[in-house]
């Protein structure tokens, strides 16, 4: 990392006159803490059209389109439900097995996707990043958010697949679009990190695909969290996944108790992530363009 | 000069030469710390250069500034600080007003999406809001002339095609300040000249331009102020002519000229000049004839059945006139090929002389000849400028009647 914290042209802040008058400045960084959200804001527009290519280019040229988004997990379903709910007997908190992985899977899928998008974003970006000038903030956080349109299709699947199950939605269900976001963020935060580092260093691009692996074994996709020992339940929430799944599924089922413990661990781990990430990922900023 | 609307100051940029080649591995960064861990807490050893150092400059409002000078020295760099793409190491700039940058034709296009997404797109990208394409989307995709195709995925598209469309996206980018790195060297010569003619109307709206070109031509048509960057720091700044023409001299003089040793014992051609009509320059015509040229030869072998080429080229490449003698027997020494037009009826513009000399088979010298020829003679053609051809014919008028 010695390249990296030696390199003093990184972030800064492009200060505008508070006055009407568009003036720039263009300076060297200065300081370390320099977030500019007021100017992500400023360009929501080119946001939406990242996230509206992204959505568009997916699934050009595939035979079954964007169908994908549900043969993916509805066959992982299937097989996890052959292998590790009829074979194995994993316990599923008294729901039908496949309706207890199902909801969990259309979320895991979502951060899985998303997690690789992100971390590639700047990369693939790169004839863009050298050639115009926008916040590079924008590439991580249209990642994240572009995969919420698959999410959604899923998400549909999945409730008529529960319905189905003849399990009826409870009071719950109006506390899930919070363990969404809990997702969203983390997919942020670790993409914000991941990203950066994969401009840098493109061993990154090869780690993810291990990264995401080895996390979908640490989250309670196939297995229900309290097969956990409850003393180290609070550590299995410092994955914030776990906090998210096991969220999901109870707010989707409304059965099981409210993860409370998992879930404070996982939001405060997720609120040092993603503010790292921010701060990381501003930092490199200035530098990106020439470093990618 | 107005007020000024982009003021640099001072500004340098330093890259770090492994940052910019190569992408590092993390390999080597674990391999170096293990082995010295304290280096993570040190400098790195000044594998660096300056791109640029100390670049001052102010554009007034309206003005286009040209950006001239060599590969690598540090135009682009400029370009790049200025539009925000990367940051200086220090120094400052302020602008006042709303930039766009052209850095490159067809920024942000992708291949899968139709011209009418990627005309979106790639709008979106350079700083147009989603209103402001909307209004301008016919306009766009008439001067592109793509109005068959814009539901077509850009990848069935011919390389014209796409660099018509990219282009006429960015022609309608309507920003205060508008910086321009060498993108008009793309597309066929009409589409060339059409982007030239929008440029030019761009700059007459009192928009503030930077050009970088290597096309001096181009500097010459747009430009009212030239800066010449050489090796990172700013050489020379100044009315466009002038600034034009010492960098051509400068260009000439270290590979042509007699002083340059390592080319001292080769046989080229070292320069060129008007000999009539005297003018001026040496490189500006402003008759159309009789003309005489010379061609000064520099011959350390001799040459026995030597053929010797000539060409005349326009700025756009299209040849004029070529013609070849042959048998020629030259001696060692300097000689002066002269070459003498009892009429030359060119346009007023720039053109290039190719000069060639061939020994037996083989070729021993190729030259383009540096400065270029500028004509300046009074056009003889028709008043509009559609309607001007190759030829700058003065003619005679006048109506003989028979009575009838």
Not at chain 1, 88 to 112: D, E, H, I, M
Request: net charge positive; proline share 5%.
């Amino acid at each position: 990392m010695a390249s990296v914290t030696s390199n003093p042209s990184s972030t800064g802040p492009l200060a505008s006159r508070p006055s009407g008058s568009l003036t720039l400045r263009i300076e060297p960084p200065r300081t370390w803490f320099e977030l500019r959200l007021q100017e992500l804001w400023k360009y929501r527009e080119l946001l939406l059209f990242f996230i509206w290519r992204d959505v568009k280019v997916r699934y050009k040229q595939t035979a079954i389109g964007v169908s994908w988004v549900i043969v993916q997990p509805l066959l992982t379903m299937l097989v996890a439900t052959l292998f590790f709910g009829r074979l194995a007997k994993l316990p599923s908190q008294g729901l039908p097995y496949s309706v207890f992985c199902f909801a969990a899977l259309v979320p895991w899928t979502y951060f899985s996707t998303a997690l690789v998008l992100a971390t590639n974003v700047v990369v693939e970006n790169q004839r863009v990043i050298t050639k115009v000038y926008f916040p590079r903030l924008i590439l991580p956080v249209s990642a994240s958010l572009s995969g919420l349109v698959d999410f959604g299709i899923g998400f549909v699947v999945l409730l008529i697949f529960t319905f189905a199950h003849g399990i009826r939605p409870a009071w719950t269900l109006a506390l899930l679009p919070l363990f969404l976001l809990l997702a969203v963020f983390t997919v942020l935060g670790v993409g914000l990190w991941l990203s950066a580092l994969n401009a840098l260093y493109r061993d990154v691009k090869y780690l993810t695909p291990f990264i995401v692996q080895f996390w979908t074994l640490a989250s309670p996709v196939y297995y229900s969290s309290s097969m956990v020992p409850e003393r180290y339940r609070w550590l299995y929430g410092l994955n914030p996944m776990a906090g998210v799944i096991d969220g999901f599924r109870w707010a989707l089922t409304g059965t099981g108790q409210a993860p409370t413990s998992t879930l404070l661990a996982s939001s405060l781990i997720v609120c040092i992530v993603l503010f790292s990430g921010l701060l990381f990922f501003n930092y490199m900023e200035g530098s990106i363009a020439d470093r990618v | 000069m107005t007020t000024a609307v982009i003021e640099a100051h001072g500004i340098s940029k330093r890259y770090e030469r492994g940052a910019i080649s190569s992408s590092g591995l993390l390999r080597d960064t674990l391999a170096r710390t293990l082995r010295a861990p304290w280096t993570l807490f040190q400098r790195q050893k000044p594998d660096t250069f300056w791109a640029l150092n100390d670049v001052s400059l102010q554009v007034g409002e309206g003005e286009v500034l040209g950006l001239i000078g060599r590969n690598g020295s540090g135009k682009t760099t400029l370009l790049k600080i200025l539009s925000r793409i990367t940051r200086p190491t220090s120094g400052w700039a302020e602008i006042h007003g709303r930039v766009g940058s052209l850095l490159e034709v067809g920024t942000g296009f992708h291949p899968e999406l139709t011209g009418r997404e990627n005309a979106y797109l790639s709008g979106a990208i350079l700083g147009m809001s989603r209103k402001e394409i909307t209004r301008k989307f016919d306009e766009i995709v008439a001067f592109a002339e793509l109005e068959k195709f814009v539901d077509t995925p850009v990848k069935h598209y011919s390389s014209g095609m796409y660099v018509r469309l990219a282009f006429a996206v960015a022609a309608h980018l309507e920003p205060e300040i508008l910086l321009v790195d060498e993108v008009l060297a793309v597309g066929d010569v009409k589409f060339q000249r059409k982007c030239l003619g929008k440029m030019g109307d761009v700059a007459r709206a009192g928009r503030t331009i930077i050009l970088v070109s290597h096309q001096l031509n181009q500097i010459r048509r747009l430009c009212n102020r030239t800066v010449w960057v050489d090796s990172g720091e700013v050489r020379q700044t100044g009315p466009t002519a002038e600034v034009v023409s010492a960098y051509e001299t400068a260009m000439t003089a270290p590979e042509r000229g007699s002083a340059s040793s390592s080319a001292q014992d080769k046989t080229h051609f070292l320069s060129w000049r008007i000999l009539e009509p005297a003018g001026d320059s040496p490189h500006r015509l402003d008759s159309v004839g009789p003309v005489s040229v010379a061609f000064r030869l520099q011959v350390s072998a001799p040459i026995r059945h030597g053929h010797q080429g000539i060409a005349l080229f326009d700025s756009e490449r299209r040849l004029m006139w070529a013609f070849a003698n042959d048998d020629l027997t030259l001696d060692t020494g300097i000689h002066d090929l002269i070459y003498k037009f009892p009429f030359l009826p060119l346009c007023p513009k720039s053109y290039n002389w190719q000069l060639s000399l061939w020994n037996e088979k083989e070729n021993v010298d190729l030259w383009e000849a540096i400065p270029e020829l500028q004509v300046a003679s009074p056009n003889y053609q028709h008043a509009l400028d559609e309607w001007n051809g190759f030829l700058n014919l003065p003619s005679e008028f006048r109506i003989s009647s028979e009575k009838g």
